[in-house]
């Protein structure tokens, strides 16, 4: 079955490439700050608090990033209701609870947060996005430089992001709906950014000896081939197309389907596996229809026989409309 989605993870790095959009001065400009963005988040060594707002949940947490040589590290402390801990290096993520004694060891996410621009997909987004600057805001006592990412279409959410000035680190970013409404929001209240801050600082802190672990399968990885492929997604929104495809094997031997679209900015997971029962007695763990936590939204029901589960950070519509345009085609990849 599709896991629950972690409530720490997902929502506190912005891994950005730098994109060569085709640009005016003004949107050049953007994109520079961009690029120092991203630049700042890899190789500078901070410690801070900050919130995350979502829905009607309020979380404190501390972070603290370090870089030694070329290994990178990041440890995320909840600081009010019970106890977590997610630690980050450059290949995995540990996510830690004491209250269940459970860890949790898997690859590291290609991307946290806001969605990494794909390779050769910059181009594009100005198709579905608008990006401009606004007036310079104050974050955590530091002057910021605020950008916006609106979307141009209902399918997808929109990005305030405030960059503080002197490093590029984002302060602040709001995920705002296609209407403008913040649905979720971060916001560091304290940030110092310590080029000596130790190695060790990142490190984890709770132990979790005699805590149970678990760790995933190695997916079996296979390129896309679109033709070929006998799950067809007949009514994507402009711009969404598949662009990684995956097959993990679960504990009880089944396989998990795994797909992920995108338009270049935002991305969304498809999960697909056999279903346990027959569509008049649907097992009670598989998602039927809507689900949602803070930003992110799921979608899930069966079909052909197959349990399919849609989540990612868009509006409700758009995992609706992706769940329900998919069709079981034959081996040519026709419906």
Same mark, same amino acid.
């Given at each position: ?11 506190? $790095?912005?891994? &950005?490439?730098?994109?060569?959009? =085709? ?9 520079? #700050? ?23 949940? +309020? ?8 870089? @030694? ?5 990041? =440890?995320?402390?909840? +600081? ?12 995995? %993520? ?13 690859? =590291?996410? @290609?991307? $946290? ?5 794909? !390779? ?30 609106? !979307? ?12 503080? *000035?002197?490093?590029?680190? !984002?302060? *602040?970013?709001?995920?705002?709906? !296609? ?13 110092? %950014? ?36 006998? #799950?067809?997604? @007949? ?46 007695? *649907?097992?009670?763990?598989? +998602? ?32 609706? =409309?992706?769940?329900?345009? &998919?069709? $079981?085609?034959?081996? *040519?990849?026709?419906?």
């Amino acid at each position: 079955m599709v896991g629950a989605v972690p409530l720490l993870v997902g929502v506190l $790095l912005f891994w &950005m490439a730098t994109p060569q959009l =085709r640009a005016d001065e003004g949107s050049q400009q953007i994109l520079q #700050w961009m690029g120092k963005m991203g630049h700042a988040i890899r190789a500078l060594s901070y410690e801070g608090t900050l919130v995350y707002l979502h829905g009607n949940q +309020l979380e404190a947490m501390q972070v603290v990033h370090t870089i @030694a040589g070329n290994q990178e590290r990041e =440890r995320l402390s909840s +600081l009010n209701g019970d106890p977590r801990e997610v630690v980050l290096d450059s290949n995995s %993520i540990t996510c830690v609870s004491p209250h269940s004694r459970f860890v949790s060891v898997d690859k =590291r996410p @290609a991307h $946290l947060g806001i969605p990494s621009l794909l !390779p050769g997909r910059a181009d594009e987004l100005g198709h579905y996005y608008e990006f401009r600057a606004e007036a310079d805001g104050r974050v955590a006592d530091r002057p910021t430089k605020v950008i916006s990412i609106a !979307p141009r279409d209902p399918f997808r959410y929109g990005y305030r992001i405030q960059l503080d *000035k002197e490093s590029g680190l !984002p302060l *602040k970013t709001d995920t705002l709906t !296609p209407d403008g409404t913040p649905i979720a929001q971060i916001m560091y209240t304290h940030l110092q %950014i310590d080029p000596s801050l130790a190695h060790s600082a990142s490190a984890p802190r709770i132990n979790a000896e005699g805590f149970t672990e678990r760790r995933p399968p190695v997916p079996t990885i296979r390129p896309m081939q679109h033709g070929a492929d006998r #799950w067809v997604f @007949a009514d994507l929104p402009a711009g969404f197309r598949p662009s990684i495809h995956d097959v993990r094997e679960q504990a009880d031997g089944s396989a998990l389907e795994h797909f992920v679209l995108s338009d270049g900015l935002a991305s969304i997971s498809v999960y697909i596996e056999d279903a346990d029962e027959p569509e008049e007695a *649907k097992d009670d763990h598989d +998602l039927q229809g809507p689900a949602a936590i803070g930003a992110v939204n799921a979608f899930g029901h069966q079909l052909s026989g197959h349990q399919v589960t849609v989540v990612g950070e868009v509006p409700a519509a758009t995992v609706q =409309r992706v769940a329900e345009g &998919m069709r $079981l085609g034959n081996e *040519k990849g026709q419906p």
